[in-house]
C-alpha cells in the first residue's frame, strides 16, 4: 500500500492562544513518490521538526516579514529532514538537511526550501542542526554580533536567555568579554545559565522582588539589551540603559498571544540616552550564513557554547500541542518535535 503522510493544516485564526484541536485540522494524504519529482525538487521526510514562537505571528492575518499562513494551508516549519531522492545538485538522496517542509511528514520541495548539507563539528549532535547552528543560533549570531557588538567590560542584559536564542545570546557575549544577566522563567534555568553557561547574573521574573533584584543586577547601567520578551521586562530595560546603549530588538514572545499590546512606560529614555534601538530579522543575513555557522561550529567544538534541547516525541501529531509549551516555558534551549527517529528506515 503506498505510505501515507500526515499534515497539518491551519483550521482558524486563534484570537489569543493557539487552541490544540482547534486552530489546526490533521489530515491523511498520500504521500509523494520519487515518480512525482520534477527537476530542481527533493523528496524529504520530516525527522524533526522545528516549533518557534514566530509561528504564533504567521497565524494573524496582517502584514509582517513573511505572508500569513492561509487558512486550508499547512502549517510553515522548518524540519531536520532526510532526502529520499533527489533531482537537484543541493544535497543526495540519504543526506541529513534542513528544509521548510511544513508540517508533514513528508513532501516534494523546490530545492530553494532546502539547505544544502551542512557538516556537524566532532561534538555535534543532529539537532544542532535547528539549534546553536540553525536559525534561532544565527539568530542570537547576528543580533549579539551585529546590533549588540557588546565590548569587553560592558553590561549585556538577555531575556528568555534559556531559550534557544536567548542562550547562544548570553554565551556570544560572555565570549566577548561582557557581564552578562540573564532573565528566565524559573529557578532550574537561573541554576543552568549561572552554573553550566558562566552567566554572571541570572533572575527569575517570576519572583515577587523580581524588579528590585533587575535594578541591584545592573548597578552601572546596562549596555546591551538583547530583547526576545517585550513588554514589562522591555520596559524595565529601557529605565536601566546607560548613555548610548544598544537594544537588539529580536522578539517579544510576552505579546504574541495578548489581544492588546503592553504599553511602554520608559519609552522617553529612547531620546533621553540616546538608546540605539534596532529591529532585524535572521534572514537578512542569508549570504553570510556559512561563515556564521563556521564561527558557531568551531565554539561548540571548543565547549564555549553550551546547550540543551528539549525533544517531544509523539510524531507530527502532537505538534500542535507542544507549540504552546513555547508560551508556557515548558523548554530549554531548542524546543523540536520528534517526527520520525532518524534510526528508523525510511519505507518509502
Ligand atoms: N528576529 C528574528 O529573526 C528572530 C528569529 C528567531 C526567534 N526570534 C524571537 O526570539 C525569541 C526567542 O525565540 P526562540 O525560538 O529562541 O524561543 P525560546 O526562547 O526557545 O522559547 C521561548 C521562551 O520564551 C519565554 N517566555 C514565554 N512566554 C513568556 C512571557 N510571557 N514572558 C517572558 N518570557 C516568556 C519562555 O522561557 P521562560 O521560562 O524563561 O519564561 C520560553 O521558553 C522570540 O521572541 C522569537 O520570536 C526572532
Redesign the pocket.
Same mark, same amino acid.
Given at each position: 500500500m503506498a505510505r501515507q503522510s500526515l499534515q497539518i493544516e491551519l483550521a482558524e485564526r486563534p484570537k489569543g492562544s493557539i487552541v490544540p484541536g482547534q486552530t489546526f485540522r490533521q489530515r491523511t494524504v498520500a504521500a509523494p513518490t520519487e515518480a512525482d519529482l520534477k527537476d530542481g525538487q527533493l523528496l524529504l521526510e520530516s525527522l524533526y521538526l522545528s516549533l518557534?514562537?514566530?509561528m504564533r505571528g504567521w497565524l494573524n492575518d496582517r502584514r509582517s516579514y513573511v505572508p500569513p499562513v492561509g487558512i486550508g494551508e499547512v502549517m510553515r516549519g522548518n524540519a531536520i529532514s532526510r532526502v529520499i531522492a533527489s533531482k537537484s545538485a543541493k544535497a543526495r538522496a540519504g543526506d541529513i538537511v534542513v528544509a521548510t517542509i511544513g508540517f508533514r511528514e513528508v513532501a516534494i520541495l523546490p530545492e530553494t526550501l532546502v539547505e544544502p548539507p551542512f557538516p556537524l563539528p566532532p561534538n555535534g549532535k543532529l539537532t544542532d542542526l535547528l539549534g546553536v547552528l540553525g536559525? %534561532?543560533g544565527l %539568530?542570537a549570531y547576528f543580533g549579539m554580533t551585529r546590533i549588540g557588538q557588546p565590548k569587553p567590560g560592558d553590561s549585556v542584559v538577555v531575556s *528568555?536567555a *534559556? $531559550?534557544? %536564542? $536567548?542562550s547562544v545570546a548570553a554565551q556570544i557575549a560572555k565570549i566577548s568579554g561582557a557581564r552578562v544577566v540573564g532573565t528566565? $522563567?524559573?529557578d532550574e =534555568?537561573v541554576r543552568w545559565l549561572k552554573e553550566e553557561l558562566g552567566l554572571d547574573e541570572a533572575l527569575n521574573?517570576k519572583d515577587p522582588d523580581f524588579k528590585t533584584k533587575f535594578k541591584e543586577a545592573t548597578p552601572g547601567y546596562i549596555d546591551v539589551f538583547f530583547d #526576545?520578551?517585550g513588554g514589562e521586562?522591555l520596559d524595565m530595560a529601557l529605565g536601566r540603559a546607560k548613555k548610548n546603549a544598544r537594544f537588539v530588538m529580536? &522578539? $517579544? !514572545?510576552?505579546g504574541y498571544n495578548a489581544e492588546s499590546p503592553y504599553g511602554l512606560k520608559n519609552i522617553s529614555s529612547i531620546i533621553a540616552q540616546r538608546i540605539r534601538m534596532e529591529g532585524? !530579522?535572521?534572514f537578512d543575513y542569508i549570504p553570510e550564513y556559512p561563515a556564521a555557522r563556521q564561527q558557531l561550529a568551531q565554539w561548540l567544538g571548543e565547549g564555549k557554547i553550551q546547550r540543551k534541547g528539549t525533544v517531544v516525541p509523539g510524531g507530527l501529531a502532537v505538534a500542535e500541542g507542544a507549540l504552546s509549551r +513555547?508560551?508556557q &516555558?515548558a #523548554?530549554t534551549g =531548542? +524546543?523540536l518535535v520528534e517526527v520520525k527517529s532518524p534510526d528508523e528506515v525510511s519505507k518509502l
Open positions: 518557534d514562537p514566530a536559525p %534561532t %539568530t *528568555a *534559556a $531559550g534557544a %536564542t $536567548g528566565v $522563567g524559573s =534555568k521574573y #526576545n520578551v521586562q529580536c &522578539g $517579544g !514572545i510576552s532585524f !530579522i535572521v +513555547l508560551f &516555558g #523548554n =531548542k +524546543l
